[in-house]
């Protein structure tokens, strides 16, 4: 079982992304999916990273990043908007599961983006609780409703991932103390590969810097 609590942030992303390589190869190696795995986590869990994603039903964490059972703690709303009850299982995750490192997970034709796009523009906002998702995502794209439908994504990202600080201060004083590392992700549908686009805390932007866009 990965030991989380003792995992830098750094370490963890590398983890994360090493296993993106393997989905990417067409060589996954599908860890941890086995009898064994399923009786080694019965008394308890310890997840290296939370994978905060949106809930578009392509974007399935654990095979993406070619991982088993244990292995992320995976919260997922669509256009990955945050709220109390996001906040409050990412900060559970974070305190209780000492887990290093959060990794924030947009993609590429994301609907609740494209929609928040046309509202900015002057478009109609959906009905319904959906236009509760829908102007959440809008406020990281009022800045430029021009922007093209993957720079938008990026941005809202790229918003999450500072969010998600000023919104915690659970999250900030792990942040400030190097405990954790925040990672803003880009996910490409037709290929597969994850970008890297942000990081927040102490470690995440070296490991960026070393391995590029996606390598591990």
Do not use: W
């Not at 296993?19 to 009786?39: I, K, T, Y």
């Not at 990202?157 to 880009?186: D, F, M, N």
């Amino acid at each position: 079982m990965t030991d989380a609590p003792h995992l830098a942030p750094a370490r963890a992303l590398q983890l994360l992304l090493a296993g993106n390589q393997r989905f990417l190869s067409g060589r996954p190696e599908h860890p941890n999916q086995d009898a064994g795995r399923r009786a080694a986590v019965t008394p308890g869990q310890r997840p290296f990273a939370v994978v905060f994603g949106c809930a578009d039903s392509r974007l399935a964490a654990e095979i993406i990043f070619d991982r088993g059972l244990g292995d992320l703690f995976v919260v997922r709303t669509a256009g990955h908007v945050t709220g109390g009850a996001v906040l409050g299982s990412i900060e559970y995750a974070v305190s209780l599961l000492e887990v290093p490192l959060i990794a924030v997970l947009g993609h590429d034709s994301c609907g609740a983006v494209t929609a928040a796009l046309q509202a900015a523009r002057g478009g109609a906002v959906p009905g319904g609780f959906i236009r509760e998702v829908v102007e959440r995502v809008m406020l990281s794209v009022l800045a430029d409703p021009g922007a093209d439908p993957e720079a938008a994504v990026k941005a809202h990202v790229r918003h999450t991932v500072a969010l998600l600080a000023e919104r915690s201060p659970l999250i900030a004083s792990r942040l400030a103390a190097g405990q954790l590392g925040i990672e803003g992700l880009y996910y490409r549908l037709r290929d597969g590969v994850v970008e890297q686009v942000a990081a927040s805390g102490r470690g995440t932007g070296e490991e960026r810097a070393r391995v590029g866009g996606g390598g591990g």
